[in-house]
């Protein structure tokens, strides 16, 4: 039996943060690219805003009942390093993330589809380094409450000394951090533009609304926001469809039957992306622009295809290194107070940089994408 109820929750939850995304114009992997092409720091400071937001509301779920919930503390090592530059370089190839590929299916569909396609690939065959390998579970620094779930670093262990258990130190460290990336962005765009663009209405509100479902979706499933386990579980499905036997799969990736025999529609995150998709369409339904944008999306060409392709293997495959993508390993882990998070923000953002360089300067140069 599986949870109808729970699975038309994790739909509309899906539906909501769509919505909330591409009515603002927000997307994760925005943040550098945005900052680079546009020269505006406007989505980095929505992003760190509504980082500082969340984690500050979910203290209140938090503060005595830890063992309640699934929290997302990963290993800070190697995998989180490398898997983030991988990321962070792929999502300036495809203009996207794992989310953003969702929410983009509807107004870029050939680029938001080859990239799907391929992180999917990505994913699929990183399961086995994910799960063999011992250098990707051992954590270079860990805390009392970060051995409890994975390894890693929880900062309201840095602080048991502040008399709130620890959560007021990892506040006032968590706005620290998320004040010196602001910063680091307008500076940025000051030396480029000469000045600083204020930050949208739209994005202010998307970002307590964002903030708001993160709460929600952690106070009823025990787990904070995923996307891209499910990627690798349609691949697999897609191999079986074309015949591949699912212990194949098993011996394959080391993940256990289980996870292959579960009905795509039967899968909470799965079906969670999809409401996302959905959330995306309905916006452009709404404001009258999803026939032109959809049909401007179907174009794309030879080196395009490639380039969207390579773009979104390597962030595949770049997320079972760091166990997550921008929303499992850096907006999450960030949100639950893990360091994890703010060591994968420094190393998506190096690949993001390196990326869009070698985007305008080697990619674009030789042909138009």
């Known amino acids: 039996m599986f949870d109808e109820a729970g699975l038309l929750f994790r739909f509309g939850m899906g539906l909501a943060f769509g919505f909330a995304l591409v009515w603002a114009g927000m997307g994760f992997a925005g943040g550098v690219n945005k900052l680079v092409r ?11 805003i509504m980082f500082v937001l969340t984690a500050f509301l979910n203290i209140a ?28 370089f792929g999502m300036a190839l495809s203009s996207c993330c ?40 051992i954590s270079w620094f860990t805390s009392e409450t970060g051995s409890y779930f994975k390894q890693g670093v929880f900062l309201p262990d840095l602080f048991s000394f502040d008399g709130f258990n620890g959560y007021l130190g990892a506040m006032i460290l968590t706005i620290v ?7 680091l962005a307008e500076n940025y765009e000051r030396r480029l533009t000469g000045t600083i663009v204020a930050l949208p209405n739209k994005m202010k509100i998307s970002v307590a609304v964002i903030a708001i479902l993160f709460f929600i979706l952690l106070y009823n499933t025990q787990k904070g926001w995923s996307a891209t386990t499910a990627f690798g ?7 079986m469809f074309f015949g591949l036997h699912v212990d194949t799969l098993v011996e394959f990736t080391h993940k256990p039957i289980e996870f292959f025999n579960t009905p795509i529609l039967q899968h909470s995150t799965s079906v969670q992306n999809f409401g996302i998709v959905l959330g995306s369409l309905l916006v452009l339904l709404f404001n009258g622009s999803f026939k032109n944008k959809f049909i401007a999306g179907l174009q794309i060409t030879r080196k395009g295809f490639f380039t969207f392709a390579f773009g979104g293997f390597i962030m595949g ?34 690949g993001g940089l390196l990326g869009n360089y070698v985007l305008k300067n080697y990619i674009n140069k030789t042909c138009a994408i």
Not at 42 to 47: D, I, S, T
Not at 122 to 131: A, D, E, H, P, R
Not at 233 to 239: N, V
């Open 98 to 137: 794992a989310t953003g590929s969702l929410t983009d299916l509807a107004s870029s569909f050939s680029r938001a589809a080859v990239t799907i396609f391929f992180f999917s690939m990505g994913v699929f065959l990183g399961f086995y380094t994910q799960i063999t390998a011992s250098w990707l579970k």
């Open 177 to 183: 951090f998320a004040s010196i990336v602001v910063k």
């Open 317 to 350: 495959f770049g997320t079972r290194l760091s166990h997550g993508c921008n929303v499992g390993a850096l907006y999450t882990p960030i949100a639950e107070f893990s360091l994890s998070g703010w060591v994968y923000l420094v190393f998506v953002a190096i």
């Open 38 to 48: 546009l020269n505006s720091s406007a989505l980095v400071k929505a992003l760190m």
């Open 233 to 239: 579980l349609w691949f697999g499905h897609l191999l």
């Open 61 to 88: 779920l938090l503060y005595n009942s830890l063992d309640n919930y699934n929290l997302s503390i990963f290993p800070i090592n190697m995998g989180l390093i490398i898997g983030g530059l991988m990321f962070g």
